[in-house]
Each structure stands twice: as structure tokens, then as C-alpha cells.
Nanobody, 124 residues
Framework: QVQLVESGGGSVQSGGSLRLSCAAS????????MGWFRQAPGKEREFVAA????????IYQDSVKGRFTISRENARTVMYLQMNNLKPEDTAVYYC?????????????????WGQGTQVTVSS
């Protein structure tokens, strides 16, 4: 079994920055793609960013391109999401997930393990 624990969420003003972390424990996920999703109140969980098992081939939702950066390190068991120039519409619970394969994906059904989420609130 894999446990994923997110941290780094909080409240910031518009234009601010946060860095989210996702630490994996249990069965190793170093050979799995990983991703970030988010869910705002009353909305579906949506894709934010993903990365492959080596930390390459990052993919992003269009609305976060140029503002968010996904990365991973520590034998590929820790994943990060650097979020800059945050906007109120980025407010959501952010979840990390480990993929079923070595690739990242935009599809929720391609992920096998999920964290509990961390709240990000951006005020205008």
C-alpha cells in the first residue's frame, strides 16, 4: 500500500506563492508517474499537473501554465508543486496522486493512490 501526504497549503493574497509537497511512503512509487489535482467547492476534481517517473515530461492544465511548476526528487518519492502568481480561482483542495504507470496523465482514472488533500486559499 502507498501513503501520500500533502503539505504546504495555506492562505495567500492574489499574486503570492506557495509550494506544495507530496511525500510517499509504503510501497515505493519511484517508478510511477505522479500528478496534482484540485477540487474547488461544488466543482469536479480537475487535473493540474503531472510528471513521469524520472521527473520529466511535465504536463499542465492551460490555466496554470507559466505559473505552476511540478517537480520530484529524493529518489523520486517526493513531489512538489511550486505555485506562483496565485489567483483567487486557484482556491481549492489540492491532491497528489500516484499513477498506475510510469507516465503522468491528465485523467483521474489513471491514478491508483491519492493523498488526503491540502487547502489552498487565495484572496483578492
Amino acid at each position: 500500500q502507498v501513503q501520500l501526504v500533502e503539505s504546504g497549503g495555506g492562505s495567500v493574497q492574489s499574486g503570492g506563492s506557495l509550494r506544495l509537497s507530496c511525500a510517499a511512503s509504503g510501497r515505493m512509487v519511484s517508478n510511477n508517474g505522479m500528478g496534482w489535482f484540485r477540487q474547488a467547492p461544488g466543482k469536479e476534481r480537475e487535473f493540474v499537473a503531472a510528471i513521469d517517473w524520472r521527473g520529466g515530461h511535465p504536463i499542465y492544465q492551460d490555466s496554470v501554465k507559466g505559473r505552476f511548476t511540478i517537480s520530484r526528487e529524493n529518489a523520486r518519492t517526493v513531489m512538489y508543486l511550486q505555485m506562483n502568481n496565485l489567483k483567487p480561482e486557484d482556491t481549492a483542495v489540492y491532491y497528489c496522486a500516484a499513477a498506475r504507470s510510469s507516465l503522468g496523465s491528465t485523467r483521474k482514472d489513471q491514478y491508483q493512490y491519492w493523498g488526503q488533500g491540502t487547502q489552498v486559499t487565495v484572496s483578492s
